[in-house]
Structures are given as structure tokens and as C-alpha cells.
């Protein structure tokens, strides 16, 4: 993409929330039943895996994005489209995620409403740094992810059906969700810490009723979403991090259990849908800090996504099952971030590590400084009208007008 073209096209795309009406009538797909010859339940299924849940199990519900799976040896299997690992489920058995289950033919998810975190946060910690910048975000979260990530910062809640860890949580409607948000002062809600295409009915309930009530909608994702999944949500979803785990399937394979393309499609399609993308990259020595990789992922979001999207490369901090791997030296943030720069990007950021932090916003065409953060919070704004004091190009972003610095 050339330059000028860059600069013309991104403030007419990305200076709003994308233009959606709310739809309370909006249906997803019907739940389908995959069937038993004879619709008698298999030999050995158990009664408590026939489905529905009972009354005593209110997190149990209906999934959606299930199909019946044609399977000669386990009848009544399923397959769950929610993610790119589009698990085929024999009945009773649960997805790797750990959070959704094939009950009598059904997929049902088992975390509706049943929420780990909720909490209100400045949005720069997701991070976002071009969307609503110093307003507030209501995180939430259920348990179970369909990546099990050796770094996991939150593996308490995302692993922890692997760990056999029983996370606190307590039950909640999508309305209170969006009531607790609203008296918090959030301007958004985020479905965050575990992959939220997991819990994706609970958070479009959500996402529905945040609309309505004026709020935004961010998702923090490791990008695995099906393209099915992306059309359910996309009405309603206004912004995405997007974890790009490394530049190779390698490390996708090895490190996450999980593939790389199907994360850049992701990529692409929520670009092409007019969502608002930033990207994320945890960079962990010995792993996925090779320099050449690094600037070729660099290259490929300044082609793919464009050149004025926000990157954000953050320190590794040893945790989980690694917690022998040292943090990452901040000459390695330095260099990536320099060659990330030279490929293109204008909007790249160092998170996570404080003596090289990087996290003031320049102007993309002439480099003026235009919006200076500290501590997750914003210091100084000098947009003008979300544009470039000096040269009038305007700064890629959602919600950019208004200074959120009191003067
Ligand atoms: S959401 Fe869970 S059950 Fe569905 S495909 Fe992904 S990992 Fe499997």
C-alpha cells in the first residue's frame, strides 16, 4: 500500500465506531442435533449427558455455531465451529477449550454467565492505544481457552480445566454485566484474559445489550476465530487486540497448540469488516525474538493489516511452565521495535518494560508527538479535532475527537 493512499484511506475507515443499528430481534443460528439411529442415545452414554441442562445448572446452555458430525463409530457426534481447531466432539466429550460439550447430540457451552474477572480498567492496559484513548474498560472474563499457552500470565482461569484448578467465579446476567459497566464509568466492555470466542454466546448476549445502553465493545483474542464466529460477533464488536503469538507455525505448533493462519486470516477479515485492529506480540527470548522473524512479521502486517496499525511488542516476565525463561532484555524490544519502524509501521509500541517504554503516539506523516501516556493513563493530548496540529493528517483510531485530558 503506498503512502498517500494509506493516509487518505484510515481516517474515513476508523475515525468512528463502525456504523451498526441495534438489532434486539437479531436470532444467531438455531442449535442443530446431530442424531442417533433410532434416537436412542449411544451405549455408555450417561443420563447426565443427555442434555439440557437442568435448572440447577444455570451455566449450561445451548451452544452455538455446533453441527452434527457424521462419524460411523460414535454416533451423535458434533463439531463445534466457534474456533479454527473446530473440535469434533463424540457425545459426553468436551472441547479443548474445556468449556463446551456435545450433551445428547448437542453442543452446549458450560460457562454462560459464570464470569472469573470483572473489573474496570483504562483501556491502554488491554492495551489500546488509538481506541477511546484514557477512557475506562469493564473486563470480563469466564474460565477455559482453547490455546494452553507454556506462558500463560492467566492460567488460573484459562488452564484450568488442565490444571484441575477451580477458579472463584460467580454468576451473572449479560444486563447486570452491562449495568456494572455503565456505573463503573466504562466507555467499553472488554471480553478479555481467556480467548472470548470460548464464551461467545454469553459475550453477543452482552455485546447486544452494551450496544443499546451506548457502550463499545473490545475484544482481546489470540485471533482463532472461525470466519462464522467473526460474522456473529462483527455486528457488535468494535475493536480487537489481536495476539500475534510469532511470526512461524513453529511456534504456533509447539508453544500454543494451535496453527498461525488461521490468526492472520483473522487478521485480514476483521480489517476487512471495518473493526478496529491493534496487534500484540509477547516477545520471549529464545522463542520468538529471531530478528529476521520479527521484522518479517513487521512486513507482513505492514502489508496485510497496513502500515498505521497500532503494534504493541511487550516484555516476557517468566510465568507458568515458564518460569526459567528470563525476561526479555530491552535491547531485544529496542531492535525489534527499530525494525519494525524501518518495514513500514508507524504506530509501534514497547510495553512492560519501563526504561525503554515506548508509548507516545506520533503523528504517522510528520512525527509529531500527539498523545503522551504514562502508567496507563493519558498525559498530554495535542490532537486537534483527532487530527495533526502541524500537518492536519489525521491519527488512525476510534474516538479521537475529544481530548481526554481535563485542561
Ligand atoms: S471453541 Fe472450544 S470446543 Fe469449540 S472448536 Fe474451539 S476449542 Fe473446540
Not at 156 to 162: E, G, N, P, T
Request: aromatic residues 8%; contains cysteine; charged residues 20%.
Amino acid at each position: 500500500m503506498d503512502e498517500s493512499a494509506a493516509n487518505e484511506a484510515t481516517p474515513e475507515t476508523f475515525t468512528k465506531a463502525p456504523e451498526v443499528a441495534f438489532d434486539s430481534a437479531a436470532t444467531p443460528p438455531a442449535p442443530v442435533r446431530a442424531h442417533f439411529p433410532g434416537e436412542e442415545p449411544p451405549a455408555g452414554l450417561r443420563i447426565d449427558d443427555l442434555g439440557p441442562g437442568s435448572e440447577s445448572e444455570p451455566n449450561i446452555r445451548q451452544a452455538w455455531l455446533g453441527e452434527p458430525f457424521d462419524d460411523p463409530l460414535a454416533p451423535g457426534s458434533v463439531r463445534c465451529n466457534a474456533c479454527a481447531h473446530r473440535c469434533v466432539l463424540r457425545p459426553s466429550r468436551i472441547g479443548i477449550c474445556g468449556v463446551r460439550q456435545n450433551r445428547g447430540g448437542w453442543l452446549y457451552t458450560l460457562v454462560y454467565g459464570e464470569v472469573t474477572v470483572t473489573r474496570a480498567e483504562p483501556i491502554e492496559k488491554k492495551p489500546f492505544y488509538h481506541f477511546l484513548p484514557g477512557s475506562f474498560a469493564y473486563s470480563v472474563s469466564t474460565q477455559g481457552c482453547n490455546f494452553h499457552c507454556s506462558f500463560c500470565q492467566n492460567w488460573q482461569i484459562s488452564q484450568a480445566h488442565r490444571e484441575g484448578v477451580v477458579p472463584e467465579s460467580r454468576n451473572v446476567t449479560p444486563e447486570a454485566i452491562v449495568e456494572e459497566a455503565v456505573a463503573a464509568g466504562a466507555r467499553s466492555i472488554a471480553y478479555t484474559y481467556v480467548e472470548p470466542t470460548i464464551f461467545i454466546e454469553f459475550a453477543l448476549d452482552t455485546m447486544v445489550r452494551a450496544r443499546a445502553a451506548g457502550l463499545h465493545n473490545v475484544f482481546v483474542t489470540n485471533g482463532y476465530e472461525t470466519p462464522e464466529a467473526i460474522e456473529l460477533v462483527a455486528p457488535y464488536l468494535d475493536a480487537a487486540n489481536i495476539d500475534l503469538k510469532a511470526g512461524s507455525d513453529n511456534f504456533y505448533r509447539h508453544v500454543a497448540g494451535a496453527m498461525w493462519e488461521p490468526v492472520r486470516e483473522t487478521v485480514v477479515e476483521m480489517k476487512r469488516r471495518g473493526i478496529w485492529v491493534e496487534l500484540t506480540t509477547l516477545v520471549i527470548p529464545g522463542f520468538n525474538d529471531d530478528p529476521d522473524e520479527l521484522r518479517a512479521l513487521a512486513e507482513w502486517i505492514e502489508t496485510a493489516a497496513g502500515p498505521e496499525t497500532p503494534w504493541h511488542l511487550t516484555r516476557f516476565e517468566p510465568a507458568y511452565k515458564m518460569k526459567h525463561t528470563p525476561p526479555t532484555p530491552a535491547a531485544t524490544l529496542v531492535s525489534a521495535a527499530q525494525a519494525a519502524r524501518e518495514a513500514g509501521l508507524r504506530h509501534v509500541y514497547i510495553g512492560n518494560a519501563p526504561e525503554v517504554e515506548s508509548s507516545v503516539t506520533c503523528c504517522a506523516r510528520c512525527g509529531e508527538p500527539l498523545i503522551s501516556r504514562a502508567e496507563f493513563g493519558v498525559t498530554e493530548w495535542n490532537l486537534v479535532e483527532g487530527r495533526c496540529p502541524r500537518c492536519k493528517h489525521a491519527l488512525a483510531g476510534v474516538g479521537l475527537a475529544d481530548s481526554p485530558v481535563a485542561v
